[in-house]
């Protein structure tokens, strides 16, 4: 993509997570959206065909930082070590992005009406559920982590951490020190051998 282009993507993209907070995604408008990108409705759909293109661009926007956080963890001294990195560092990302956090949580629930979206969430769970799961096997075929169900882990250690992160935007008193010391402990600590 082009250096301008790819700038051009950006505007829009942050124009449209305004659009999409102040509005809802309902009330959101391709018009709206252009307006607040400096850009005519046709200079919009040059680039995205429609709101639920653009939703879904933002998502996968959102999830760049968090493919190269999940790239570092095999890299770690040791597996538990790359794991629990990446927990600290997935909760602090969202911890200082809460306006994308509640655009995330914002277009979880969208996809339940759009099967377009809703097909991206299924894959994007299921690479993540994989990923995690083929490392807690891995942990356990080195010795490092107990014979548990692999899959089952990921998705439990998963859901927590989504879980969390809405009740971090619900609830002022809920900490990430705090709320991750519990995650490191329960997914990686008390999953050594």
């Known amino acids: 993509m082009g250096e301008i282009r790819e700038l051009r993507i950006n505007e829009i993209i942050e124009a449209a997570i305004s659009e999409f907070l102040e509005k809802g995604y309902d009330n959101a408008s391709m018009e709206g959206i252009a307006r607040r990108a400096n850009l005519s409705k046709g200079g919009l759909y040059h680039h995205f065909k429609s709101k639920a293109e ?19 963890i095999e890299s770690a001294p040791s597996l538990p ?58 942990g356990q075929e080195q010795g490092v982590f107990r014979r548990r169900n692999a899959r089952a882990q990921a998705v439990a250690m998963i859901s927590c951490l989504d879980g ?11 900490t990430i020190e705090t709320i991750g010391a519990e995650i490191h402990h329960l997914f990686i600590d008390q999953n050594l051998k």
């Open 54 to 72: 653009i939703l879904i661009a933002v998502n996968q926007k959102f999830t760049e930082p968090i493919q190269a956080m999940m790239e570092k």
């Open 81 to 138: 070590d790359g794991l629990k990195q990446y927990l600290t560092d997935y909760l602090t990302y969202w911890d200082q992005h809460r306006r994308e956090l509640s655009l995330y949580f914002l277009t979880m629930d969208e996809s339940f009406s759009n099967p377009e979206l809703m097909a991206l969430y299924k894959d994007s769970a299921r690479e993540m559920f994989d990923y995690f799961g083929y490392l807690f096997s891995k």
């Open 164 to 174: 969390f992160l809405a009740y971090l935007l619900i609830d002022d008193t809920l």
